[in-house]
């Protein structure tokens, strides 16, 4: 059982060479989702997965597109939040610190436009 904390999600961040792996991680940590995005040819290219029954899919491919549209490098995510019996108001809070902590991110590599 993982009680919801807002302050339990981490985003960790692994170079692959020029490329980028995002873990994004809250409450129970798993594996939910995964996102992988690209730049080719001025054109956003990638693929998503999610395992049957977690609900990350969408914040997941959401972060990989914008990350890999700021870095110009192929962006893998890899997701996995889980807090029990939580509210659609702390699901929106989860989404938007997950979101912060990527923008973070970005603003300290000074890659995102704002």
């Not at 302050?7 to 940590?29: H, N, P, Y």
């Not at 939910?32 to 990638?46: F, I, M, N």
């Not at 549209?69 to 509210?87: C, E, P, R």
């Amino acid at each position: 059982m993982s009680k919801y904390d807002l302050s339990s999600i981490r985003l960790q961040v692994v170079e692959v060479g020029q490329d980028k792996v995002f873990m994004v991680t809250g409450g129970d940590a798993h594996i939910g989702a995964v996102a992988t995005y690209y730049v080719d040819h001025d054109r956003l290219s990638g693929a998503t997965f999610h395992v049957p029954g977690h609900k990350e899919q969408e914040l997941c491919e959401r972060l990989a597109r914008k990350a890999a549209h700021q870095l110009k490098v192929t962006v893998t995510v890899i997701m996995g939040i889980h807090f029990d019996a939580v509210t659609r108001m702390q699901i929106d809070e989860i989404v938007q610190t997950a979101e912060r902590l990527l923008d973070e991110h970005l603003l300290l590599k000074g890659q995102i436009n704002e």
